[in-house]
């Protein structure tokens, strides 16, 4: 079946006693179970019976495996937030003594989770540019542990080569661990152009309307984790197989100890934001580029960056790799930090807020909020300008976006 048509086709686990065509939600946290045996082997994971709802819950698993059929994984995990589906895939791959080579132009909480909290635990980062691949390489040694990215930084909208960093890293034995949010797996797919662990912040596009926080791992079981340098990985693929060791420590250890498994109320929302996921999307990105293209028409605008537009940099590639539509955000430069206030302050229709690909549009200065408790000189080595407006481009009229944008110049 065609994407569209497999979308809304995946059955529920088990039956449900009413027919609902609609998952239902499962409020509750523990589960009743017929014997002591079964109850033993739900806990020992020798059944795929839930056992309590920190670790599995029916409406999140449907959810799951939604998702991995859509993608070809071999397992996705449902958490309450792309900042924990970070956490989550870094910590698992990672131990104290080991390095990962990570991008510099990461959003401000990854870069703070790997500076700040990994580093306190004795993991060090290796920042790079990674649209230089052989600054890359230089970074990597026999302790680094990953190669982690974001195929469309945000906000700066720069393009890795992922074919290339992908060859890169399993040459030197590492996963590559991609933050895949800015263009959904309705459109991209990661496992094509080598990625070995999908990061989503499902909170964007699948949620579709602000109405719940989640993130998504997904564990394509490419990568052979016997070559990791982490003893645990390790020693899960004497036990689980070299493919699975990174979805057994998630689902055992790190699920059971961290606690951060979707609410079933999230689930709920966002398998409803799946079925519409496509549709939504092509209708954002049709209207962002329109939206770009006009843009650079319009006087006090210096710089219109979206790698849809012909004239980007990075347009070829990101063709190549995304296809015409790369994602519902745009860019613009005006003259100054006090120009990009004032054009905020003026908008009507698009929203002074965070988040991205909402239902509505909504604009936000990166600099002073995002990046905003990071010194001149780190937004800088970020390529974060004082000048730039981020503008996440939801499902309003695309003439009225532009006619707010224009009068919001003038």
């Known amino acids: 079946m065609k994407y569209e048509t497999q979308i809304l086709t995946t059955p529920y686990q088990q039956p449900d006693v009413y027919g609902a065509l609609s998952m239902p939600v499962y409020y509750t946290a523990a589960f009743e179970f017929p014997s002591a045996k079964a109850m033993s082997d739900a806990f020992c ?98 302790k680094t542990c990953a190669l982690f990215f974001e195929i469309i930084t945000n906000p700066q909208l720069l393009v890795a080569d992922i074919r290339a960093l992908a060859q890169i890293a399993h040459q030197a ?28 912040s499902s909170t964007k596009y699948i949620s579709g309307g ?10 394509y079981g490419q990568f052979d984790w016997s070559q990791s340098p982490s003893p645990v990985l390790q020693n899960k693929t004497r036990r689980v197989g070299k493919k699975m060791a990174f979805t057994a420590r998630v689902k055992t250890e790190l699920l059971t100890n961290l606690g951060a498994l979707m609410t079933p109320q999230a689930a709920y929302m966002e398998t409803l934001g799946l079925d519409t996921l496509d549709i939504r999307f092509k209708r954002q990105a049709g209207t962002t580029l329109w939206l770009a293209q006009q843009c650079q028409h319009l006087d006090g605008i210096k710089k219109v960056n979206y790698t849809g537009l012909a004239d980007n940099p990075f ?6 790799q995304f296809g015409p539509l790369p994602g519902a955000v745009f860019t613009i430069d ?70 707010d944008i224009r009068q919001a110049i003038q």
């Open 210 to 219: 602000g109405t719940g926080l989640g993130g998504l791992l997904i564990d």
């Open 45 to 142: 994971g020798r059944s795929m019976a839930p056992s309590y709802s920190r670790i599995a819950n029916p409406t999140t698993t449907y959810l799951e495996e939604r998702v991995r059929k859509l993608t070809g994984a071999v397992s996705v995990t449902a958490l309450n937030t792309g900042m924990a589906a970070i956490a989550y895939a870094l910590t698992c791959v990672s131990a104290a003594g080991l390095n990962i080579v990570a991008s510099k132009h990461l959003f401000g909480n990854s870069v703070s989770l790997l500076r700040d909290t990994l580093g306190s635990l004795g993991i060090e980062t290796r920042f790079a540019d990674f649209t230089d691949a052989e600054a890359v390489q230089s970074l990597i040694d026999d």
């Open 173 to 200: 034995g590492c996963p590559l661990i991609a933050d895949t949010t800015i263009v959904p797996f309705s459109v991209f797919r990661a496992k094509d152009l080598g990625v070995d662990i999908e990061i989503v």
């Open 334 to 403: 005006l003259a100054s930090r006090e120009a990009a206030f004032s054009f905020i302050d003026n908008l009507h229709v698009i929203r002074r807020a965070t988040n991205l690909f909402d239902r509505k549009s909504l604009a936000i200065h990166p600099a002073s909020t995002i990046f905003g408790l990071f010194t001149d000189e780190q937004r800088q080595e970020m390529s974060v300008s004082d000048a730039t407006v981020r503008i996440s481009v939801g499902l309003e009229d695309g003439e009225d976006l532009f006619e």
């Open 315 to 320: 347009h070829e590639l990101s063709d190549r």
